[in-house]
């Protein structure tokens, strides 16, 4: 499956130290048109985010950050459900539709996950990074940053491209067990944008939590919505039989 049709939320940070100069991950310059095309499509608002959610559970009086928030509709989601949530994004104009939508309800942060991230330690009982982590070609920075802001028995709960499916992105495919870059063109409204994601294998991105003093690593592989069965039933059939994200629940020791 192609990314045109599978983009992720808006990323808290560019790919790399040059995404600023050479316009690779840049948000800025498409964020209204990807909220247009991505609010209500089928792997975003009837999968991803559905399993995010389900992920958490009961958010209610959790204080929760949510890293890559973009145009805040997860942030909104967990507000909803009780938690008092604080999001992070790199993209200005991400943050100000945020702000559109979820007034004064969530404080929101410009923030470069390349850079510690600007709380205490312990200030939150949950973190969601919810497909933003393959930005990154090192995990272990931000990883620790996270580990650092959670209270301990706190919970982070991640998603990211999966693997196989990054693996077989291209021709000829790559090594499977090294961390490689792959570039590709997003198209809204007309307009092409370079993108620029990492893949790792499996091993190293589980070898990522434990090393950052995350434990009881879960794995899972979510089916979507079933309300998308009607709504959308060749996205459906792709989403419920094909690898496309994998998602991740960690905590902190206690």
Same mark, same amino acid.
């Given at each position: 499956?192609?990314?045109?049709?599978?983009?992720?939320?808006?990323? /808290?940070?560019? @790919?790399?130290?040059?995404?600023?100069?050479?316009?690779?991950?840049?948000?800025?310059?498409?964020?209204?048109?990807?909220?247009?095309?991505?609010?209500?499509?089928?792997?975003?608002?009837?999968?991803?985010?559905?399993?995010?959610?389900?992920? @958490? &559970?009961?958010?209610?009086?959790?204080?929760?950050?949510?890293?890559?928030?973009?145009?805040?509709?997860?942030?909104?989601?967990?507000?909803?459900? &009780?938690?008092?949530?604080?999001?992070?994004?790199?993209?200005?104009?991400?943050? /100000?539709?945020?702000?559109?939508?979820?007034?004064?309800?969530?404080?929101?942060?410009?923030?470069?996950?390349?850079?510690?991230?600007?709380?205490?330690?312990?200030?939150?009982?949950?973190?969601?990074?919810?497909?933003?982590?393959?930005?990154?070609?090192?995990?272990?920075?931000?990883?620790?940053?996270?580990?650092?802001?959670?209270?301990?028995?706190?919970?982070?709960? /991640?998603?990211?491209?999966?693997?196989?499916?990054?693996?077989?992105?291209?021709?000829?495919?790559?090594?499977?067990?090294?961390?490689?870059?792959?570039?590709?063109?997003?198209?809204?409204? &007309?307009?092409?944008?370079?993108?620029?994601?990492?893949?790792?294998?499996?091993?190293?991105?589980?070898? /990522?939590?434990?090393?950052?003093?995350?434990?009881?690593?879960?794995?899972?592989?979510?089916?979507?919505?079933?309300?998308?069965?009607?709504?959308?039933?060749?996205?459906?059939?792709?989403?419920?039989?094909?690898?496309?994200?994998?998602?991740?629940?960690?905590?902190?020791?206690?």
């Amino acid at each position: 499956m192609g990314h045109a049709t599978e983009n992720p939320e808006s990323p /808290a940070l560019p @790919a790399d130290a040059d995404a600023h100069t050479d316009g690779v991950n840049d948000y800025d310059r498409f964020a209204e048109a990807y909220v247009r095309e991505n609010e209500d499509n089928p792997v975003n608002a009837y999968y991803a985010r559905p399993a995010m959610l389900a992920l @958490a &559970g009961d958010v209610t009086g959790h204080r929760v950050l949510d890293v890559g928030c973009g145009a805040g509709p997860l942030s909104a989601a967990l507000r909803d459900r &009780g938690a008092t949530v604080t999001g992070v994004d790199a993209s200005a104009r991400m943050l /100000a539709l945020a702000r559109k939508r979820l007034g004064d309800d969530v404080a929101l942060h410009r923030a470069d996950l390349r850079e510690p991230l600007p709380f205490e330690d312990g200030t939150f009982d949950d973190v969601v990074a919810s497909l933003v982590l393959h930005y990154l070609e090192d995990w272990g920075p931000v990883l620790t940053e996270i580990r650092r802001v959670l209270a301990p028995g706190g919970r982070l709960f /991640a998603s990211v491209d999966h693997p196989f499916v990054a693996y077989t992105f291209q021709e000829p495919r790559p090594d499977y067990f090294a961390t490689t870059s792959y570039t590709f063109d997003w198209n809204f409204e &007309g307009e092409s944008h370079p993108m620029r994601f990492w893949r790792k294998p499996l091993h190293a991105m589980t070898d /990522a939590f434990t090393t950052a003093g995350f434990h009881r690593v879960l794995i899972s592989e979510p089916q979507p919505d079933p309300a998308a069965r009607d709504l959308f039933p060749d996205a459906f059939r792709d989403l419920s039989t094909r690898p496309t994200f994998l998602f991740f629940g960690a905590e902190t020791p206690s």
